[in-house]
């Protein structure tokens, strides 16, 4: 065995080496700095060159072992396997000293800290909901690249946090961050799958105090959004589900649970452009896919498959990380976050990282979960960075990409839809255990082929607004139709005795699976296809006058911090449906000290500043401030409401909460 080196990466270590002629596979051994050569130390790896895509260029990615400390590093070739395996000699070792944690140390997470401990237990339990909380405030109160806000609030009562990072600070609304190119990254939507998690800690930590001119440039051009604890029930229950039973990445399509209506909103409110979704699971270190169902604009579904196999892949390859398809890669199921992500024009990636050891991990196993834990968590940051680093290398193309996907789907060029189906995947050789293995391939029925498809869907308005309940394995109350639809910005045109949901507008590869009867899982299955003109020339009726406005979730601004200068921002939303020729939406404040927010009798000094869409803030006072205004009829439009807060370093804060009931109102001056 020559030329073995050690390349040093946070969390793991890139070993290569010269290949052998006729070797069946490699045991990578690790031990202590300082062990002698004549010492044996514990076989770490095993690398095969099936799981490559340069299967004559070895290379092991290293992991589960403490960060910061030095090891020594031996590879020998072996010939057969089993009892008769023929064993060369180890090859002349490499040492090196692992990287530590990145970041400042006092800002590590609690799982961090324990893996830093002087005395570790053998089971050391990832972060907890509290230690969490902690983190979040400790980053906060560090970086101006870093925001916190809370979505939505679960059943058993935890909050859906969404981390927001920019440099030199986030956009200060969900509108701006929109208009600009963004990132996602999805952990923990099964709560027993929590190595992702801590990845998105470790992320997020790393954006917000990083001086790496590179990252920095990134961050200045790419929004990043970080959900670490998407399923925050689940993961405190250790269950896959929510507290319902409900898998939520089944979920993004019906979006029955608080979780995934919140992540909906997010999606239709931020626009992500790139997604990844972190998960444990499947036979290699990192399965990956992107989305595959058929209703995805094919240079979508192109760019994620080039995504994958040629940029992943190759990286993987580089790094030392073992990369192959998922293997049910095929599910073209609507409500995977992978499949919606697409559906929504953006390019979704799912990555898993093997929950076991395997035959190629050999010292993960045992008491001590450790190692495990930290490869799974380490082969994840690597993913979610290198998903990161695509996106900004190719980043005007893949923004002109999901528009024009928006544009094909609002186009007049699509002739069919499909309600279950995949596209088929390429074999590509020598990426997993079995590498002759084609991709699996959910093949579309013939009746859930629509050629030609319906302009749209009708429902009556009984069906459109009746509240409904769940089919998760705890029924809650899920939301009517028009509550969901509205959730997702998805279109709906009023119709005679009823509503029609036309498929040409952005979303309209959702519709025919959301509404369809012959549907895998639709939303209910009376809504009728409707083969007419959607854009009303065929049907007369009369429009009743209409002013409607329904808000969503109270906006929080806290926690307020004394003695420091800083904007608070948050958001909410309001959904309005006007038939006047114009309208204005306006809010006012008739309560104590209008504009200012009031605790008891005190008060802040300065006064809350609002904004809708894209507009600019303006300060609240005693007359009502304009915050839209229309200039047509408008049915269901979703307006981001945007809250801010300035508190100065000297400003005084009493003990307690700060709030005020703001009255929204929707008038017109010509009915």
């Known amino acids: 065995m020559t030329g073995l080196t050690a390349t040093q990466d946070v969390g793991f270590t890139t070993l290569k080496w010269n290949p052998v002629a006729g070797a069946t596979d490699y045991q990578i051994e690790r031990a202590p700095l300082g062990t002698p050569d004549t010492t ?32 020594r590093w031996r590879v020998r070739a072996r010939f057969g396997t089993g009892t008769g395996a023929v064993l060369k000699p180890y090859s002349t070792p490499v040492t090196g000293t692992t990287l530590g944690h990145p970041g400042p140390a006092e800002l590590l997470t609690a799982w961090e800290k324990r893996d830093t401990a002087a005395t570790e237990p053998l089971q050391r339990p990832y972060t907890t909901t509290a230690e969490e909380e902690t983190f979040a405030v400790a980053l906060d109160a560090a970086s101006d690249r870093f925001r916190r806000v809370e979505l939505t609030r679960t059943i058993q009562n935890r909050p859906l946090d969404l981390y927001i990072l920019g440099y030199p600070k986030p956009p200060d609304t969900a509108a701006e961050i929109s208009a600009r190119p963004t990132f996602w990254v999805n952990c923990n939507v099964h709560g027993n799958e929590a190595s992702g998690r801590e990845t998105c800690f470790t992320m ?84 990956i896919l992107t989305a595959r169902h058929l ?74 979960t450790r190692p495990n834990e930290n490869r799974k968590a380490y082969a994840h940051l690597w993913e979610n960075w290198e998903a990161y680093r695509y996106f900004y290398s190719k980043l005007n193309q893949i923004v002109a990409l999901n528009k024009a996907s928006e544009a094909y789907q609002t186009g007049q060029t699509v002739n069919r839809t499909v309600l279950r189906g995949s596209y088929p995947w390429p074999l590509v050789p020598s990426v997993g255990a079995n590498p002759n293995d084609q991709p ?78 012959a549907s895998v899982l639709p939303f209910l299955r009376t809504a009728v296809r409707y083969y007419g003109s959607c ?60 504009g200012h927010l009031v605790n008891g009798t005190f008060s802040l000094p300065q006064p809350l500043q609002l904004q809708a869409k894209t507009g600019a803030f303006a300060p609240l006072g005693a007359t009502p401030l304009t915050l839209h205004t229309y200039s047509a009829p ?28 703001l009255t929204f109102t929707l008038s017109t001056t010509n009915p």
Not at 242 to 271: C, V
């Open 40 to 71: 044996a130390g514990t076989v770490v790896g095993v690398w095969q060159s099936q799981r490559t895509i340069t299967p004559d260029k070895p290379s092991f990615a290293d992991s589960g072992f403490k960060l910061g400390d030095g090891f």
């Open 295 to 368: 209703n995805v604009y094919e240079p979508l579904f192109n760019e994620g498959k080039f995504l994958v196999n040629e940029w992943m892949y190759g990286a993987a390859a580089q790094s030392g990380w073992w990369m192959g398809p998922y293997s049910t890669g095929g599910d073209s199921h609507e409500g995977i976050l992978r499949n919606t992500s697409a559906l929504k024009n953006s390019i979704g990636l799912l990555g898993e990282a093997r929950a076991a050891p395997g035959t190629t991990r050999p010292a993960e196993g045992g008491t001590n």
């Open 440 to 517: 699996d391939v959910d093949t579309p029925l013939a009746e859930r082929i629509l050629n030609p498809s319906p302009c749209g869907y009708f429902m009556t308005l009984a069906d459109y607004n009746a509240p409904r309940s769940s089919i998760s394995p705890t029924p809650i109350q899920a939301g009517s139709i028009a509550e969901r639809l509205a959730i997702h910005g998805i279109k709906v045109v009023p119709w005679g005795n009823g509503v029609l949901v036309p498929l040409k507008q952005p979303l309209g590869g959702l519709v025919a699976p959301m509404l369809d009867a």
């Open 535 to 594: 854009d009303g020339s065929t049907v007369g009726g009369t429009v009743p006058a209409t002013l409607s406005l329904s808000l969503g979730a109270p906006a929080v601004l806290g926690p307020f911090q004394p003695g420091v200068d800083k904007e608070y921002v948050t958001s909410s939303d309001a959904t309005v449906t006007s038939t006047a020729g114009d309208a204005t939406l306006s809010v006012s404040d008739a309560g104590p000290n209008p």
């Open 204 to 287: 997020a930590r790393q954006l917000a105090t990083t001086n790496d001119p590179t990252i920095l440039d990134m961050l200045s051009k790419i929004t990043v959004l970080i959900m670490p604890s998407s399923n925050p029930d689940g993961r405190a229950l250790n269950q896959r589900g929510n507290s319902t039973g409900q898998d939520l990445n089944r979920d993004h399509a019906l979006i029955e649970q608080a979780e995934t209506k919140a992540q909906a909103q997010l999606i239709r409110d931020y626009t992500p452009d790139v997604s990844v979704d972190n998960h444990e699971g499947d036979s290699e270190d990192l399965p």
């Open 634 to 661: 408008v049915s269901s439009d979703v307006v981001t409401l945007g809250f801010k807060q300035v508190i100065g370093r000297t400003d005084a804060l009493r003990t307690g909460t700060y709030s005020k009931t």
